[in-house]
């Protein structure tokens, strides 16, 4: 049985000023190019499926656009579960009219999916909360998922009983999924766990999460779950939320991140990006192989000493997005600024860099915070300027439409 994993589209994200949409659609053609070409089985999203609560009337139609397309036709179920990005609600509710297709949502930790069956052959043999066996049309034995979408301390008190106030969220997980597996799971069929948490190693290091990203650790009582919790009948364990492709452990079975099909912050800056290839059979280790995404534009971050250097390698170097830092002795003009801007579309952020703080600090009076970002920086130069006086909301207002139109020169 040949399955795909893949997690964190963050349909809608946009990076500052820019939408992703269109490269989202690429990657996800993409997705489904792969599937088809590895007659992938099932496809598996392992949560983060859009980047907000209420995602845009664009993003939802191009989820359901490409998830539809990826169940060639009911006879390839597409399983995805809510990350912290999602809403729960949000996602079942349209699960009548997906089931038809071939979609399975799961949004939350007790979701219980109604059995159903396709003219395609698809069908669910079993279905309990967090738990689905499915009948695929191409295979002789069943597709067993244990099913845990986000979930922090409230969610598990309202969904899988009271936790005392001494347990922890890692011991209730490791019981629920080892009943599950224990009453559920044989060697007779194959046996995968879908979650979106943080997974790591007992004493090994925390893994780390993608910048900008909300930490599931710190929203209502999540921890990090070791994969001593995972039960031995389950052969491979396909995580969501971490955007970098990470293995965190392939013994005694494989426990991988896919990672996001798109770099999504600059602090994903230059990574190659995956989906995974799932090759299984029922009582047997699972064989796994990442195969690479092309679609999308890489996110690079630059530093450079001159202009001229930087609008060289701007030059050759167009198809991507830029956080640029340009070293000098002073503050960068509103020339060079705007010769960089013209240069290239894809320029996020210009960092500048000054060797001489001590010359531009005696100057001014006083020190320069660069860690601040440009709207705080104008405010201190105009107090600078004004006497202590901070500028009103017109100026500021003003000052950043003149920001918004030079991005847009």
């Not at 809403?87 to 219980?112: K, V």
């Not at 049309?137 to 598990?156: C, F, K, V």
């Not at 320069?368 to 909301?393: C, H, M, V």
Request: hydrophobic share 40%.
């Amino acid at each position: 049985m040949k399955i795909l994993h893949t997690s964190d589209w963050h349909l809608g994200k946009r990076l500052e000023g820019f939408s992703r949409l269109t490269e989202q659609m690429a990657v996800l053609q993409e997705i489904c190019d792969i599937a088809d070409r590895e007659k992938a089985e099932a496809v598996i999203i392992a949560g983060d499926l859009f980047d907000t609560f209420n995602p845009s009337t664009e993003a939802v139609e191009l989820f359901y656009h490409f998830t539809k397309k990826l169940t060639n036709n009911g006879t390839r179920p597409v399983i995805a579960i809510a990350g912290n990005h999602d809403s729960p609600e949000r996602i079942e509710a349209p699960d009548p009219l997906a089931r038809e297709c071939g979609i399975l949502f799961s949004g939350f930790p007790h979701t219980t999916i109604p059995s159903f069956e396709l003219p395609s052959g698809l069908k669910i043999l079993k279905s309990l909360p967090g738990f689905i066996e499915l009948q695929l049309p191409q295979s002789s034995y069943p597709l067993r998922l244990i099913l845990t979408p986000y979930a922090n301390e409230i969610r598990l008190k309202s969904y899988l009983g009271d936790i005392d106030a001494e347990a922890e969220l890692r011991a209730v997980l490791k019981d629920h999924w080892a009943v599950l597996a224990t009453d559920h799971c044989d060697t007779k069929g194959v046996n995968i766990m879908i979650t979106h948490l943080l997974f790591m190693n007992v004493g090994g290091e925390q893994p780390e999460e993608p910048e900008e990203e909300r930490s599931i650790l710190h929203i209502g009582g999540a921890q990090a779950i070791f994969t001593e919790s995972i039960p031995a009948q389950v052969q491979y364990v396909a995580l969501g939320h971490l955007h970098r492709k990470q293995v965190i452990t392939m013994t005694p079975v494989p426990v991988i991140y896919s990672g996001s099909p798109l770099a999504y912050s600059f602090g994903e800056a230059d990574q190659d990006k995956y989906v995974m290839l799932i090759d299984i059979e029922p009582g047997q280790v699972a064989q796994t192989t990442p195969i690479l995404l092309h679609a999308g534009k890489r996110l690079i971050r630059k530093r450079f000493e001159s202009i001229d250097l930087a609008v060289e390698w701007l030059t050759e170097n167009q198809d991507v997005f830029v956080e640029l830092t340009i070293v000098s002795d002073t503050y960068l003009p509103v020339t060079d600024r705007k010769r960089l801007l013209d240069i290239h579309e894809g320029i996020v952020t210009i960092i500048p860099e000054m060797r001489n703080l001590e010359g531009v600090a005696s100057k001014t009076g006083k020190s320069i915070d660069l860690t601040k970002n440009i709207e705080a920086l104008f405010n201190d130069f105009y107090q600078s300027k004004k006497g202590g006086q901070a500028p009103n909301e017109r100026i500021l207002q003003v000052f950043k439409e003149i920001l918004s139109e030079e991005g847009e020169a």
